[in-house]
C-alpha cells in the first residue's frame, strides 16, 4: 500500500502527460484533452482528475498537468 500512495503522490502540478502515463491510464467514457479521469494501472478502482495545460495544438505527451485531484475510489467506467 506503501508503494501505491508513493507513486500516486509523485504526480503534481507541472510535470509532463507522459509522466503521468507512467502511473496511470486513461479511464474509459468521455475525456477531453485538457481534463480526464485516469486510473491507476495497479488498481482501476483508484481514480484521479486532471486538468492539462496543452503544450501545442494537438494533445501532446508534453502537456502540462495544470492540477491533479486526490485519489478517489470508483468503478471503472468500460466504453
Not at 500500500?1 to 496511470?24: C, E, T, V
Not at 491510464?25 to 482501476?44: A, E, I, N
Not at 484521479?48 to 502540462?64: C, K, N, Q, T, Y
Request: glycine residues 6%.
Amino acid at each position: 500500500m506503501r508503494r501505491f500512495l508513493k507513486q500516486i503522490d509523485s504526480i503534481h502540478p507541472g510535470i509532463a502527460r507522459k509522466d503521468l502515463l507512467l502511473i496511470f491510464r486513461m479511464d474509459g467514457g468521455l475525456s477531453m484533452r485538457t481534463q480526464s479521469t485516469y486510473v491507476y494501472k495497479d488498481c482501476p478502482y483508484i481514480k484521479v482528475d486532471v486538468v492539462f495545460s496543452p503544450i501545442g495544438l494537438m494533445e501532446d505527451d508534453d502537456d502540462r498537468v495544470l492540477s491533479i485531484s486526490r485519489p478517489y475510489l470508483a468503478f471503472p467506467v468500460a466504453d
